[in-house]
């Protein structure tokens, strides 16, 4: 079978190759896939060109860890899973997955059913950003219908465009940042308030929120957004200067999250997909021959949702 090979680190135009390589097999536990669609995330690109672990996310020759895709075969032990089945899944994250291929092979605690609603490329894209989301505002105590006012900085990203739809869809009063030629996107998406992040101005006048959820780099809250008892989530994480000075203002925790593969979340995500209660917006589709192109685009630091890499054996 082809599937992505990283020759050593570096920029991507000189490092990615699509080779031949043995097809994996279903292991105890593990469905074995025929992939559709991959999403690319920035810690693809990262690692890439890093060539090395990060912490407890590991370096692989063979990338990839979103996937969506239809069962092939089902491994020993597997119950409820059969061929035919379209699945979607987060795989094995932080450990490697090698879902740029066109099989992988799969634990099924990783997996879910597929969302009907969403097209192979959406539900490819979406895992590993949609689970942020989640387990962020799970880290933040937004839960359901408690009204939160919740700050998202950075609302029209991967990650932030499923931020706002999943704190909307808790209930919560949601205030967003982007550049004002993002922001009919991410009010579609249900953001009450925008706000632009290079108007300090707009910035300042931020009335105090129950949750932040950060998920661009080098970013503070704006002051005035915090209270005593404002949880501060970041997937970026902030230095050990940048969290005392938030203690100071009063939040309350402030903690960095690192996601994890769940099947069982993206089968809560993919029914509210298929209740059209949550969508993902695709920046750019490519196919596997092009993935250094579409690691290029996740480069830019400028997409809007998500870019997805089209894995099809005719191509
Ligand atoms: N800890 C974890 O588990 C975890 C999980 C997923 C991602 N991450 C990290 O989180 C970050 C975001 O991931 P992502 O997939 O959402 O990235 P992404 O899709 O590449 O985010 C790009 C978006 O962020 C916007 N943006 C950049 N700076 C901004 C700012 N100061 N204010 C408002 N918007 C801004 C960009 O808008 P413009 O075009 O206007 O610049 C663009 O729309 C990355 O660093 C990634 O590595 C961490």
Redesign the pocket.
């Known amino acids: 079978m082809r599937a992505a090979v990283y020759s050593s680190a570096g920029p991507a135009a000189e490092v990615i190759a699509v080779q031949e390589v043995d097809a994996p097999v279903a292991g105890a536990g593990e469905v074995l896939v025929r992939v559709a669609a991959v999403g690319l995330?920035?810690?693809d690109v990262?690692i890439r060109a890093a060539g090395h672990d990060f912490g407890a996310i590991r370096y692989t020759e063979r990338p990839g860890w979103d996937v969506a895709g239809t069962v092939v075969a089902v491994g020993p032990g597997v119950a409820g899973w059969s061929e035919g089945d379209a699945v979607f899944a987060l795989a094995r994250f932080p450990e490697a997955a090698h879902t740029l291929a066109e099989l992988v092979a799969l634990p099924v605690s990783d997996i879910a059913a597929a969302p009907r609603a969403w097209s192979a490329a959406q539900a490819g894209a979406a895992p590993?950003?949609a689970l942020?989301a989640w387990?962020a505002l799970d880290a933040a105590g937004v839960g359901a219908d408690d009204g939160a006012r919740v700050l998202v900085?950075?609302?029209?990203?991967?990650?932030?465009h499923l931020v706002v739809q999943l704190a909307k869809e808790r209930g919560a009063h949601v205030i967003a940042?982007?550049?004002p030629?993002?922001q009919e996107l991410v009010t579609a998406w249900g953001a009450d308030e925008m706000v632009d992040?290079h108007d300090d101005d707009a910035l300042a006048a931020i009335e105090p929120v129950d949750a932040v959820i950060v998920?661009?780099?080098d970013?503070l809250p704006p002051r005035g957004a915090i209270r005593e008892g404002t949880a501060v989530v970041?997937?970026?994480?902030y230095s050990a200067a940048q969290e005392a000075e938030l203690r100071a203002g009063g939040a309350d925790p402030v903690r960095?999250?690192?996601?994890a593969a769940n099947g069982p979340q993206l089968a809560e995500i993919s029914a509210l997909a298929d209740a059209s209660r949550l969508t993902v917006h695709l920046?750019s589709e490519y196919r596997l021959s092009d993935l250094a192109a579409a690691q290029e685009r996740?480069e830019?630091?400028?997409?809007?949702?998500?870019?997805v890499v089209l894995v099809d054996p005719r191509d």
């Open positions: 995330n920035p810690v990262k590993l950003a942020t387990q900085l950075g609302g029209a990203g991967g990650v932030g940042t982007a550049r030629a993002k992040h998920t661009v780099s970013t970041t997937i970026t994480g960095r999250i690192l996601v920046d996740v830019t630091g400028h997409v809007t949702g998500k870019v």
